[in-house]
């Protein structure tokens, strides 16, 4: 596994997700995020002391810390083996990459520090979100796919760190881990594959799941089916590309329609224009 790039580069921006598994990096952790960032710290593996307005938390595996923004903190003493989970958030990039969010979701962090035991099977759902989340902050390709799983699956982590909190601090353990996992790994290959597969029985195969299960199971944790989540990042994707001048041939090509005319019908009943007619409509109001 490749190491971890330096964190002094991340202080600005709006969304960080890091794993710190070295000394150096549980040290220099608090570097890594600026005064505007709501902070999450979710430890698996190891302890470190988590220093914060004067007070000293230990953590150890399954402790989960919400720490509000412009709050001065720092990891240390970090044992020898550690995973620590870090993510921060600021509130312009809720209210422009995730959208509409219920109060109760950022009033977690209305508080100075809010802390709270886990299970293992919690903290390894909360981990693999972490992961799918932080491979679509610097991806290795560029689509808009990247964007629509950050801001699904941000709301997802939101929504299930909500319910954890609900009940007066007392655990009310992740529902239905399994259904999340398996949602997990459909966002993966919907980000790798949506401009090529369009068939829910393509996702369903290679999650060894049936279309039916696999639709209900997404829509239950999304509030969208599988199809739902297809059209709706072809028809960004499509938009994005009507804006440029690449002929609609090549952009019907692009998004996996095997001919134009398949690629019109299917913007046209999503968006109630031809594509020629969308194009023609952005042009005229830029």
Do not use: C
Request: hydrophobic share 40%.
């Amino acid at each position: 596994m490749k190491p971890q790039k330096p964190f002094d580069k991340h202080a600005d921006h709006e969304l960080v997700i890091l794993f710190l598994k070295d000394n150096q990096q549980v040290w220099m952790a608090h570097s890594s995020f600026g005064p505007f960032h709501f902070i999450l710290l979710l430890a698996k593996k190891g302890r470190v002391r988590f220093r914060v307005n004067g007070n000293n938390i230990d953590l150890y595996p399954g402790k989960l810390v919400l720490v509000s923004r412009g709050k001065s903190w720092l990891l240390e003493n970090p044992s020898l083996q550690t995973h620590i989970g870090a993510l921060g958030f600021t509130m312009q990039y809720i209210e422009h990459g995730v959208g509409l969010l219920p109060q109760s979701f950022i009033r977690l962090w209305d508080h100075n520090v809010q802390t709270i035991d886990l299970e293992q099977k919690e903290v390894s759902w909360l981990f693999l979100l972490l992961k799918l989340l932080r491979t679509k902050v610097n991806p290795q390709t560029t689509s808009l796919a990247h964007g629509y799983i950050l801001r699904h699956g941000l709301y997802m982590l939101l929504w299930e760190l909500n319910d954890l909190f609900r009940k007066d601090s007392k655990v009310a353990p992740i529902k239905h881990t399994a259904g999340h996992i398996l949602v997990l790994h459909f966002m993966h290959l919907l980000a790798a594959h949506s401009k090529r597969e369009h068939q829910v029985g393509f996702y369903a195969k290679s999650l060894n799941v049936t279309p039916d299960h696999l639709s209900r199971t997404v829509k239950t944790h999304t509030g969208k089916t599988v199809k739902g989540h297809i059209r709706e990042i072809l028809m960004e994707e499509a938009k994005a590309l009507l804006q440029d001048t690449a002929p609609i041939k090549e952009i019907s090509q692009r998004l996996g329609f095997k001919t134009p005319y398949g690629f019109s019908r299917f913007f046209k009943r999503n968006a109630s224009l031809s594509p020629k007619s969308y194009r023609i409509k952005i042009m005229t109001t830029q």
